[in-house]
Antibody, heavy 116, light 110 residues
């Protein structure tokens, strides 16, 4: 069974930084892509960032230049370094991972609140 | 860039069949795989359809995915509706460099 567990969320002031982590078990080899997706309170899903196996990364325009996606060498842990945080970044952040020909797996999320 | 448009809400009775559409604004809907995610209140999303019409293990065959090329739409069909199917449903596709989500459809089973 695939399990993804996010951590690192919390309350941070505008302009501050946070580093989110997502630890995977059950699907640690052969992953093709990993992403971060967020959901503001009462809103829909919003894609944040994408990391392909091999290292290519992409970002939503709303976070480009402020967020950095990365993983450890084993691709077991996914990270999201968030800086210059804004109130509009307040959301639950979910990680996902998957392989071609297989389902997309989701974590349970971690809440980030940006407020003074 | 394209957007995916879903109806804001749909409702149907238990035991009936409901179809949720997801219309792509530009480019062929079949150009990139479409996924469908279910999100029950207070829970994380889960995948109910991946790569257009594949079901993850554990998802009942009451859930199916399809295309309507004439309307450039993907559809999620749920047959034999149950109260536990009441949830928000999101379609998602990509263009290689970004994921695109539909706005979500709230399914009410009443």
């Amino acid at each position: 069974e695939v399990q993804l567990v996010e951590s690192g969320g919390g309350l941070v002031q505008p302009g501050g930084s946070l580093r989110l982590s997502c630890v995977a078990s059950g699907l640690t080899a052969g992953v093709n892509f990993m992403t971060w997706v967020r959901q503001a309170p009462g809103k829909g899903l919003e894609w944040v960032s994408l990391l392909y196996h091999g290292g290519t990364t992409y970002y939503a325009d709303s976070v480009k230049g402020r967020f950095t996606i990365s993983s450890d060498d084993s691709e077991t842990t996914l990270f999201l370094q968030m800086s210059r945080l804004r109130p509009e970044d307040t959301a639950t952040y979910y990680c996902t991972r998957g392989r071609y020909g297989d389902s997309v797996h989701w974590g349970r999320g971690t809440l980030v609140t940006v407020s003074s | 860039n394209f957007i995916l448009t879903q109806p804001h809400s749909v409702s149907e009775s238990p035991g009936k069949t409901v179809t949720i559409s997801c219309t792509r604004s530009s480019g062929r809907i079949s150009a990139n795989y479409v996924q469908w995610y279910q999100q029950r209140p207070g829970s994380a999303p889960t995948t109910v359809i991946y790569e257009d019409n594949e079901r993850p293990s554990g998802v009942p065959d009451r859930f199916s995915g399809s295309f309507d090329r004439s309307s450039n739409s993907a559809s999620l069909t749920i047959s034999g509706l149950r109260t536990e199917d009441e949830a928000d449903y999101y379609c998602q596709s990509y263009d290689g460099s970004k994921w695109v989500f539909g706005g979500g459809t709230k399914l009410t089973v009443l």
